[in-house]
């Protein structure tokens, strides 16, 4: 093999990686790019997660906001006191691929709206797999 160290014959990382990484002010140690490749990527991974959450946070609040202004009208009157302690909106499954499946169905009996949100444990468990996700697909 050639010991020669412009990179030039080293097809493993593009030529244009380490004009990226001068443009955006980072060392250009060796081991560097994969990893800053990774953490963008999760970050990004991280923003969509969160972008997502507060816009279903969002949509809650106004269902909720609508059910108090109601005063005990219709399928939400008694929700606050049977829900438990924790804000419901704080443990929604958000499902990215399917939308439309909102949790929270007109239909939905008001004893059950404890049970939309996931345990705290099922949906660390959750954000971690999305996140070990992001990483292998930065890798890939």
Known sequence: ?????????????PIYAKVN?????????????????????????????????SAINRKIDRINKIASAGKGVGA????????????????????EANQAGFPLRRSAPVNDLSKVGLSREQELTRRIGDLSQAVSEAKA
Do not use: H, M, W
Request: proline share 6%; no cysteine; charged share 25%.
């Open 1 to 13: 093999s050639n010991n020669n160290n412009n990179g030039l014959k080293n097809n493993t990382e």
């Open 21 to 53: 990484k001068k443009k955006t002010g980072q060392a250009a140690s060796p081991e560097e790019p994969i990893y800053a490749q990774v953490a963008k990527k999760v970050s990004a991974k991280i923003d969509q997660l969160n972008e997502a959450t």
């Open 76 to 95: 939400f009157s008694g929700a606050r006191q049977s829900a438990s302690p924790e804000p419901i909106y704080a443990t929604i499954d958000f499902d």
